[in-house]
């Protein structure tokens, strides 16, 4: 069983920046593929970026170039940067830990960027 923790997100300016951080609990961190998702009202939950165990990361085309996924397991943390951030970027973002057919979610963490 793995508990997933979100902390980071808030009220930004367009442009700004933010770090999104997530805390798991549990053992075997360092065995699941990572991923950050994000739903804005009314619409789908959509993956922003993933990285696997072996550190192999991918990001959405909407946010490449801005976004940045990455993974400290002596710290159970993944962390999603962002900059450049945009007033469409707003949206509940939320972590996700799989492994095979196991995944695991945390509770999101609210990123609003409106000036």
């Known amino acids: 069983q793995v508990q997933l923790v979100e902390s980071g997100g808030g009220l930004v300016q367009p442009g700004g920046s933010l770090r999104l951080s997530c805390a798991a609990s549990g053992s075997g961190f360092s065995t699941y593929t990572m991923a950050w998702y994000r739903q804005a009202p009314g619409k789908q939950r959509d993956v922003v970026a993933t990285?696997?165990?072996?550190?192999?990361?991918n990001v959405a085309d909407s946010v490449k170039g801005r976004f940045t996924i990455s993974r400290v397991n002596a710290k159970n943390t993944v962390y999603l940067q962002m900059n450049s951030l945009k007033p469409e970027d707003t949206a509940v973002y939320y972590c996700?830990?799989?492994?095979?057919?196991?995944?695991?979610w945390g509770q999101g963490t609210q990123v609003t960027v409106s000036s």
């Open positions: 996700q830990a799989r492994y095979f057919t196991r995944e695991y």
């Open positions: 990285i696997t165990s072996y550190g192999s990361t």
